[in-house]
């Protein structure tokens, strides 16, 4: 087994889910859904199992659009013209992004539907009591986006995983160091957590991963999520 093998599986993954989200506009539809999705569950009061199934229906939707965009690739490059399985078979993967999109829509509204009859100061003041799930959320949004700039301003220097537009280790490092401030209230665990947030960001420097404004940025992509879930939904 090689030495970096693993690494470059996560390389090899991240940069399927980037081209996917570069070349198909339902890919990125069904993304950006989910970020809104996943931020939605702010307000409401998910028990474990419901965002559970939250969290499954999404990543059933993108899953199966990226195994529709890899099949409908595989018979591109065997055939362009035209024969009735090859029509089938992309017909079928469509099927399968279909029934999973329509599952998804179910699960929103059995989760969602009732909620949204209760009002607004309920639903904030139970958020409030939840910080393992603005954790959850924070961290999901924030490897969201990263993927996404990723994906926008990616130009070709190094891999998708490791390296890119922005520094996807400083953001989430940055955003558990800001998450902790919020959780402990305590200045010397705040600044230890910042201490390892910026000796994060500097092995990725220090390793000619990212340069440091690619840090610099994903360091402030970390805080202001943080921020905005923690002081402005908790």
């Known amino acids: 087994m090689k030495k970096n093998s693993i690494i470059e599986s996560f390389n090899y993954a991240v940069t399927g889910i980037i081209t996917a989200l570069k070349s198909e506009k339902h890919m990125r539809a069904h993304y950006f859904i989910a970020i809104g999705v996943i931020f939605a569950s702010l307000f409401f009061d998910f028990s474990k199992l419901e965002f559970l199934i939250l969290l499954f ?25 035209y024969h009735p399985l090859a029509r089938i078979a992309k017909d079928v ?24 009859n209760q009002t607004a100061d309920i639903l904030i003041v139970k958020i409030r009591r ?32 490791q390296g890119g ?36 960001a500097e092995s990725r420097i220090e390793g000619k991963i990212h340069s440091i404004s690619e840090a610099v940025f994903g360091s402030i992509l970390g805080i202001l999520i943080g921020v905005l879930v923690f002081q402005f939904m908790a």
Not at 57 to 81: G, P, Q, Y
Not at 133 to 161: D, M, N, Q, S, Y
Not at 174 to 198: D, E, G, K, P, Q
């Open 57 to 81: 229906s999404v990543s059933l939707v993108l899953v199966a659009e990226m195994l529709n965009t890899a099949l409908e690739k595989a018979i591109d490059m065997i055939t362009k013209d």
């Open 93 to 116: 993967a469509a099927g399968a992004v279909l029934i999973a999109s329509m599952n998804s829509l179910v699960v929103a509204y059995l989760l969602f539907f009732e909620r949204l």
């Open 130 to 161: 939840s910080p393992i799930h603005l954790t959850f959320v924070a961290i999901f949004i924030v490897v969201f986006l990263v993927i996404g700039f990723k994906a926008k301003f990616h130009k070709g220097r190094g891999t998708h995983f």
């Open 165 to 200: 537009a922005v520094s996807g280790h400083a953001a989430i490092s940055f955003c558990i160091a800001t998450i902790i401030t919020f959780i402990a209230n305590n200045m010397l665990v705040t600044t230890l957590s910042f201490l390892l947030a910026v000796l994060v």
